[in-house]
């Protein structure tokens, strides 16, 4: 029996196409290793940009320090409690009235000056307002004063636009109870910033306000942005603002927050509550965007200048 040819052409082609699978296999393992190092290179590097950014996160919520100088809850009765800012330069550019244009600044907030059943009723006095039009954003304002009512994308004359139906809307003692509060507030005020209240003089503008979620479709309806009051308005030297609901159960988000160097500092909005503070740069303040529900508000400003004062709303 003849030996068995040896087939070496093909043993060789074996060997070869053994070293070349040998070759191959290590050539792949070597690219699956290279490979899954950049792998845990990229998962490294994720980690790392995850931590980095959580310790930014973390140590921007370290520095945005806010403290609530009155919560809904409380009940700051009988006296105002009063928090007492140095005064910025910018009365220095107005003239002086003495009795009146602010020596002492700060900010202040009572319970004892308009009880709930009155917020009540000026709540009322808003909603009744406010139906008749209203902006397509989230922030409508009614002046009583002159008159003006969000519309839509602009604002109409209550008085002249709707001037049929006002008498179903406003009574007189509506506008009496506002007058009287309008006084009351005047006077603790004066009170508390040691002024002459026959010297301060109700200025505009003056209004009821209502804020929802409902995003903003012009520029009117951004009522969150910082600003000062005696740079809005020039005749601005007290504001006060008058709240008509309260945070929490009518409404979420829509704080008020005075913008200080070293922290924000709160206060929470309660029907009835009276918060006031001297117009200037010393208080830079802004309004929490509302998150649900309806914020109520009026705003009552005075001046110490004459000129630039106004008188009650009335019925027409
Ligand atoms: C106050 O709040 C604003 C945002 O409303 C924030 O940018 C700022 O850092 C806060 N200030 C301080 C000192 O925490
Ligand atoms: C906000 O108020 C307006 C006017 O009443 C209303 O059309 C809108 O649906 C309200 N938005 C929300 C989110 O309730």
Redesign the pocket.
């Known amino acids: 029996m003849p030996p068995r040819a040896n087939p070496p052409s093909i043993s060789v082609d074996n060997v070869d196409l053994f070293s070349v699978l040998v070759r191959g296999n290590a050539l792949r393992q070597g690219s699956s290793w290279r490979s899954s190092r950049g792998l845990v290179a990229l998962l490294l590097v994720a980690l790392f940009t995850c931590v980095v950014a959580t310790w930014l996160y973390v140590t921007s919520l370290d520095s945005d320090i806010t403290e609530t100088l009155v919560s809904q809850w409380e009940l700051v009765s009988p006296q105002p409690r009063v928090y007492s800012v140095q005064c910025s330069e910018d009365y220095e550019n107005y003239k002086r009235y003495p009795g009146c244009t602010p020596q002492k600044c700060g900010r202040a907030v009572t319970d004892n000056v308009v009880t709930r059943e009155e917020a009540q009723v000026l709540r009322r006095l808003a909603e009744r307002g406010l139906a008749l039009a209203?902006s397509e954003g989230?922030a409508?304002i009614l002046d009583l004063h002159s008159g003006a009512l969000s519309m839509g994308k602009q604002f109409v004359n209550i008085y002249r636009y709707f001037g049929d139906q006002i008498s179903d809307v406003f009574t007189q003692e509506d506008f009496q109870l506002y007058r009287n509060v309008r006084g009351r507030i005047q006077a603790v005020i004066a009170e508390t910033f040691g002024l002459n209240p026959a010297l301060m003089y109700l200025t505009k503008p003056t209004f009821f306000s209502r804020i929802?979620?409902?995003a903003a479709k012009t520029q009117h309806d951004e009522y969150w942005h910082p600003h000062i009051d005696k740079v809005t308005y020039g005749s601005f030297d007290y504001t006060s603002l008058l709240y008509l609901s309260d945070y929490g159960s009518d409404f979420t988000g829509g704080r008020f927050v005075f913008m200080d160097q070293n922290g924000n500092r709160t206060v929470e909005p309660r029907a009835g509550r009276v918060s006031f503070f001297s117009s200037g740069s010393e208080n830079l303040h802004r309004v929490e965007k509302v998150t649900w529900g309806?914020r109520y508000a009026i705003t009552v400003s005075f001046t110490c200048d004459p000129a630039h004062g106004i008188s009650d709303p009335a019925l027409p």
């Open positions: 209203g989230g409508s929802n979620s409902t309806t």
